[in-house]
């Protein structure tokens, strides 16, 4: 799967991968649809958190 090519600052991706676990923590786990979107925007928070600490590092993939 190819992650969005947008590349937050560290920070900005720290807060953002924070708030999204927060909001997952909170899912009912009987919600099947909101278990899925949970573990989308994770996925997508951790490929954009990866690639900030890729950027700051000087790291190209």
């Given at each position: 799967?190819?992650?969005?090519?947008?590349?937050?600052?560290?920070?900005?991706?720290?807060?953002?991968?924070?708030?999204?676990?927060?909001?997952?923590?909170?899912?009912?786990?009987?919600?099947?649809?909101?278990?899925?979107?949970?573990?989308?925007?994770?996925t997508?928070?951790?490929?954009?958190?990866?690639?900030?600490?890729?950027?700051?590092?000087?790291?190209?993939?």
């Amino acid at each position: 799967m190819k992650l969005p090519t947008f590349v937050p600052t560290l920070p900005n991706a720290i807060v953002t991968a924070r708030e999204f676990l927060a909001q997952a923590e909170a899912v009912d786990i009987h919600d099947r649809e909101r278990v899925i979107e949970s573990h989308a925007s994770l996925t997508v928070c951790l490929g954009q958190l990866l690639a900030a600490l890729d950027a700051e590092q000087g790291v190209t993939r």
